[in-house]
């Protein structure tokens, strides 16, 4: 069956450390796949989106990678500060054209502590 | 100048009561959307629309029916509402109604059925 996979576990780090959440997906093959940021009571924000052929992609201390093969996507975000902490979504694009639709991961609480 | 705007913010009503959800967009985009993000989060696509005409609606009850009287608003009606559609409601839009582009989401709509 398709999944797609983050950590449910809240990650908890020190303010200016590198936080590192993870994407994992089984049964799709996307061409994008999107990252958006959550706060409570509000609705999701795009932050990044990254396309298969992009290992890479970088905005200003944000940073995911697009791993087609382990079929995973990291999104790290350096030096970290409180005003970071927030659930974070991966969502990955299923069909193409037209009908092409986002699914979401259930997202992961990044905690930052001063 | 609010993006996407939703009304009502918050929903409280009895089980079999009829309700509606209306939604605006501002920024001249093509395509709209609604989606349910439930008690655990996870946040799934309910329906979308390009250019007032449906182009995905997954399997939700015919009791939500979706209204588009123009391509920059995107309203829902619930009818003989049930416990199980408690949850929060967002509307979004995008350019395109492909994975590639970002979604801008609405404040959300917190729906409780009594």
């Known amino acids: 069956s398709q999944k797609i996979e983050q950590n449910s576990e809240a990650l908890n780090i020190q303010e200016g450390k590198t936080a590192t959440l993870t994407c994992n997906y089984t049964n799709y093959s996307p061409a994008y796949l999107q990252w958006y940021r959550q706060d409570p009571g509000r609705g999701p924000v795009f932050l990044l989106l990254?396309?298969?052929?992009?290992k890479e992609k970088r905005k200003e201390r944000l940073k995911v990678t697009f791993d087609t093969t382990l079929k995973q996507s990291l999104f790290h975000i350096t030096a970290s500060q409180p005003a970071d902490s927030a659930t974070y979504l991966c969502a990955l694009e299923e069909g193409s054209g037209n009908t092409g639709k986002l699914i979401f991961g259930q997202g992961t609480t990044l905690q930052v502590k001063p | 100048d609010t993006a996407v705007s939703q009304t009502p913010k918050y929903l409280v009503t009895q089980m079999g009561n009829d309700k509606s959800i209306k939604c605006e967009q501002n920024?001249?985009?093509?395509?709209m959307y609604w989606y349910k993000q439930d008690s655990k989060k996870f946040l799934k696509i309910m329906f979308s629309y390009n250019n007032k005409e449906l182009i995905i609606n997954e399997t939700v009850p015919n009791r939500f029916s979706p209204k588009s009287p123009d391509k920059a608003h995107l309203n829902l009606h619930i009818n003989s509402l049930e416990l199980g559609d408690s949850a929060v409601y967002f509307c979004?839009?995008?350019?395109?109604?492909?994975?590639?582009?970002?979604?801008?989401f609405g404040p959300g709509t917190r729906l409780t059925v009594l």
């Open positions: 990254i396309r298969e052929n992009e």
């Open positions: 979004a839009s995008s350019q395109a109604g492909q994975g590639k582009d970002e979604q801008f």
């Open positions: 920024l001249g985009h093509d395509t």
